[in-house]
């Protein structure tokens, strides 16, 4: 079996439909990318999507057509280029690197439709704030309101690198040096997002830790500005 032939057909096939907009990455894994498959092996392929798992059963769907009209054994496992931003998954991240990538958006286009997916979550978490302090929970409102500021400067980080740092610290730092240090966001918001990043873990950690309405108004209107910050990039 000729399969990189078999790999173009289906691509081929995905692609007469709307689906092509909205597949990232297509890898081939598993033993024919090796280049040792067996005898009733099947072709593993792992496809990453830029809505999440939308689309999964219409992939499927439109996968398992193609496998009925070639007769053909396919293993498909389907996921969002959430898990690239950063790569934490060792599947994924083993999937990546040893197996082959048969196709690809550029990159910049999945960047930034990772950082528009980034920002709809920020704006859900940030309404989720609003409505918790309505109910006087705090804590958790400050929590939530953090979450909404940090997934924008990570949409930030990604219009200009191509991962992430793991660590909470370390996307307050990467968006400092990108953005407040070079003057394209004012000062003042790097300092907020700091002390946001502090009230959020005394508010997650710190049982005894007594906070005001202030502290949580504090956060949401940073991330109130973050977001609108953001929108102007997208």
């Known amino acids: 079996m000729d399969i990189l032939k078999v790999i173009d057909e289906l691509k081929e096939y995905l692609f007469q439909t709307p689906l092509k907009e909205k597949i990232a990455k297509i890898i081939l894994f598993g033993s024919y990318a090796k280049g040792v498959p067996k005898k009733g092996s099947d072709i593993d392929i792992l496809i990453f999507t830029t809505n999440g798992r939308d689309l999964e059963r219409e992939i499927l769907e439109r996968i398992y057509d193609f496998m009925v009209e070639k007769n053909l054994p396919f293993e498909v496992l389907i996921d969002s280029i959430d898990s690239l931003y950063p790569l934490r998954d060792y599947f994924i991240y083993n999937a990546s690197k040893n197996g082959l990538e048969v196709y690809s958006m550029e990159k910049s286009k999945i960047k930034m439709e990772m950082a ?21 929970r705090l804590r958790i409102a400050i929590d939530s309101a953090y979450n909404s500021a940090e997934l924008c400067a990570k949409a930030f980080i990604l219009l200009k690198e191509d991962d992430l740092p793991g660590s909470h610290g370390g996307i307050v730092s990467l968006f400092g040096n990108l953005y407040i240090k070079k003057g394209e966001i004012e000062k003042e918001i790097g300092r907020k997002l700091n002390i946001a990043l502090e009230l959020r873990n005394k508010a997650r950690y710190k049982p005894n830790e007594i906070f005001s309405k202030e502290d949580a108004l504090f956060v949401i209107n940073l991330a109130k500005t973050l977001l609108e910050a953001l929108s102007k990039k997208l």
């Open 116 to 136: 528009k997916s980034l920002h709809r979550l920020a704006e859900e978490y940030l309404e989720s704030a609003e409505e918790i302090l309505e109910k006087g």
